[in-house]
């Protein structure tokens, strides 16, 4: 059994900060659970271009309000009991009108080390990504 509490998570390598999110990494590849489990927090006033080539994703938000804008799609607004899931890889924008927290699951799980790229990707696994360099 595996117990966990966001405290232990805090301030961690597996809190990872970027000037748009902040994503607590509470489950992760190496728990062995298939899937990673993330409580996330979108920041007010950003917007983040996102692709999970690699991954589908489901979202469900708890606090705060935003959108999620599919590229070539619809815009979608986002408050506390939202739920949306990646499941065809769309690209998108997602965007913060005030902090938005999220719990975040993906599949296949995370490692922990992903932020996405230029085109806002997180690779199929992080050991290949470096190795590209």
Known sequence: MIVKHLEQVVHTQDD???????????LLE?????????DTIIKAGT??????????EAVYCIEG????EVIGGQTYPIRPGTLYAL????????????????????????TGREVHDKDGV???????????G
């Open 65 to 68: 309000e935003g959108e999620i």
């Open 16 to 26: 990872v900060d970027t000037p748009t999110w902040n994503s607590r990494r509470l």
């Open 30 to 38: 190496k728990d062995g659970m298939g899937f990673s489990m993330h």
């Open 47 to 56: 917007e983040t271009l996102i692709w999970y080539k690699n991954h589908v």
């Open 87 to 110: 499941d065809g890889h769309e690209k998108h924008y997602l965007r913060g009108k005030t902090d938005m927290r999220m719990v975040c699951v993906f599949n296949p799980p995370l």
């Open 122 to 132: 997180y690779p199929a696994s992080v050991e290949a990504a470096e190795a590209r």
